[in-house]
DNA sequence: TGGTTGTTGAACACGGTGCTCATTTTCGAT
DNA sequence: ATCGAAAATGAGCACCGTGTTCAACAACCA
């Protein structure tokens, strides 16, 4: 059952239909992108769009998801509590800066309550799978480990989002270690410690 | 120069809007909401609309004005500094409860970027101001101050957003504290120190 | 009361959407 | 190189929401 591989015409319309969102979305935003900007932009006619996605959503959709797997095979994303407290970070600020303008089509101009969304969610996971291996099931903490794993979460993006905002000012390294110095001690004052 | 007071029918029709978008944003979320939804369910008719306000943009945008305004008269939220690190927080909390249909409204259904952009800008000023004061001018800090300034104002979005979501669990004096907890280690770790 | 101001609903042009279908182009396997 | 299958095309269509106009009507307030 090998995975069969697209018609070349599929895959050119398709990367086609991708890049002219990104385009449009680095200059409008999300919001104010309309179909017909895209199918322009890509020179592809209407009825095509259609034939591959049933709305610009959906066209949008699919681009994060390759950009998630993509993640996945970033090295170390997905090593959990191993790699350390918050050990995910580093390895997201470098595969954000591996496709800057992709990412920052995302971002700019407020991008879209979806995007936000979309990337919150997968943060989201991230966060709770390891809180919950580090933190002792029954023990009572002083701050419901839900909302740890939410202010986790809108830390990391305020500081991604500052940093394609500010067109990445500092090496990822360095990011990641704004990160921590702000997350970390406010995390390890509840109890709970990482395992180094 | 008194302030003119507006012709009854027009506070009639004004209010009748302002409540119905608020509504309709309770089970839609503002993006879906669509301005025949609103003069329908305010029973105002359609050109009404249009000869208060240009788009349902500037409805929403008008509505947020006035809960801001009755914001700044919350005892407390202006203080600055005086009222200790992050002292405009409590009081956010409590005008948050004592108006808990509005925020829920502007909050449920991932909201509308437009609502995150205008809460997130108010709030970073009074943010940015507070910390110019406590850090010395010229000091080299570990983070950037614009950083520590992005990362506060979500850390507080994200506690109060949890709040609204879970439909206020606690009082506001709690989730005042843990976003105290959570957020204070982080900041004083830098350098920068209450006056306390 | 009367003059002013606000409200109404019908009508309109515009632009974007999502879909259909007959025709043409391109692909890839033989 | 050929040929059948699959994809792309573009014109056309019905639909919906927008934002505006205007003449008739209703409510206000002095």
Redesign the interface.
């Known amino acids: 059952m090998a995975a069969k591989v697209p018609d070349r015409r599929v895959r050119r319309t398709r990367n086609l239909l991708q890049d002219a969102l990104m385009e449009i979305m680095l200059t409008k935003g999300y ?1 104010d992108v309309t179909v017909q900007d895209i199918v322009d932009r890509a020179n592809v006619g209407r009825s095509t769009f259609y034939a591959h996605f049933t709305d610009k959503q959906q066209l949008l959709t699919s681009g994060i998801e390759q950009l998630r797997e993509s993640l996945a095979r970033q090295e170390g994303v997905l090593e959990g509590p191993s790699a350390g407290l918050l050990g995910f970070s580093l390895p997201m600020f470098q595969h954000v800066a591996d496709n800057y303008r992709l990412y920052r089509a995302l971002v700019v101009k ?5 995007v ?2 979309l990337a919150r969610d997968m943060l989201t996971g991230l966060v709770r799978d390891e809180l919950a291996v580090l933190v002792p099931p029954g023990a009572p903490l ?2 419901p480990l ?3 794993v ?2 986790t ?3 990391f ?3 991604q ?2 940093w394609l905002d500010q067109k990445m000012p500092c090496p990822a390294g360095e990011v990641d270690r ?1 990160f921590r ?10 109890g709970i410690a990482p395992q180094s």
């Open positions: 919001d407020g991008g879209s309550a979806l936000e969304e002083p701050v839900e909302v740890v939410q202010y979460v809108s830390s993006l305020a500081l989002t500052w704004m110095d702000l997350t970390i001690p406010g995390i390890m004052a509840l």
